[in-house]
């Protein structure tokens, strides 16, 4: 089955950008959407010990065309709105 394609956000990918998503863990898919509301992350992993967190990360990091430890958790570790920062 064909991995379904993510938002193209390389032109967003400078050096102390700000994204800000809305998360929905146990999703049937991996997917990163970018609408009107703004970036939505649907990620197939229960929210437990920080794997959601890091299912995200990886989506972010992929779709920004960067490695994914230049992304840092600002704000949202427990909650479905997350703010992450390029480094």
Not at 42 to 63: F, H, I, K, M, S
Request: no cysteine.
């Amino acid at each position: 089955m064909a991995k379904p394609p993510l938002t193209d956000l390389r032109a967003l990918a400078l050096p102390g950008a700000e994204f800000a998503l809305r998360v929905t863990p146990r999703a049937s898919r991996n997917a990163l959407i970018r609408d009107a509301d703004g970036l939505r992350a649907y990620v197939t992993v229960v929210p437990e010990d920080g794997r959601a967190n890091r299912a995200v990360q990886d989506l972010l990091a992929e779709a920004l065309g960067v490695a994914k430890t230049r992304l840092t958790l600002l704000r949202g570790a427990t909650a479905r709105d997350k703010l992450f920062r390029l480094d």
